[in-house]
C-alpha cells in the first residue's frame, strides 16, 4: 500500500502529515501563536544536535531556528510513513533535506482525550537523527 492510499484510509495519519508539514512552514515556524497550535503543551524533542527541547524551548527558538526565512534554504521531506497507534495517537517517519544535510526524522502526534470533539492533533514528541554523509545509506 503506496503512502497516499494509507493517509487516505487513515484520516488520522493525513492530519499528522499536513501538522507536520505546516511546522516546517517559515510562516508558521516564526509564529509563537501558530507553531503553539500544531505542539502538544508535553511536548518534547530530541534535535539532531542531540539537545533535548521542551514546550516553552521550542516555541521560543523556533522563530530563529533554520528554516525560518521565506528566502532561505527549506526542509525539504520525503518518505513519509505513517501509522495510527491508537484512535488519537499517530506515528510518523520520514526523512528531510536541509542545506545538505539529512535527518531521519520520527513523530508522535496525538489528541488529547479531554478535548472538545473536533480538536486537532498536536506533535508530542520529535526526533532527529542526522544521517551520516558518507556511505550507502538504507
Do not use: I, K, N
Not at 503512502?3 to 512552514?25: H, K, S, T, W
Amino acid at each position: 500500500m503506496t503512502f497516499q492510499d494509507q493517509a487516505a484510509q487513515d484520516p488520522e495519519v493525513a492530519e499528522a502529515v499536513a501538522g507536520e508539514l505546516r511546522l516546517m512552514d517559515p510562516a508558521v515556524r516564526v509564529s509563537r501563536a501558530l507553531a503553539a497550535e500544531l505542539l502538544d503543551p508535553e511536548f518534547v524533542e530530541v534535535g539532531a544536535s542531540g539537545r533535548r527541547w521542551t514546550y516553552e524551548e521550542m516555541l521560543a527558538a523556533l522563530p530563529e531556528m533554520a528554516g525560518d526565512t521565506e528566502g532561505g534554504p527549506r526542509y525539504e521531506p520525503a518518505g513519509f510513513t505513517g501509522s495510527a497507534l491508537a484512535p488519537g495517537l499517530v506515528h510518523l517517519t520520514y526523512e528531510t533535506l536541509h542545506g545538505g544535510r539529512r535527518a531521519r526524522r520520527s513523530s508522535l502526534w496525538r489528541r488529547d482525550p479531554a478535548a472538545p470533539d473536533g480538536s486537532r492533533l498536536r506533535m508530542y514528541y520529535h526526533q532527529a537523527t542526522p544521517v551520516p554523509e558518507s556511505g550507502p545509506q538504507p
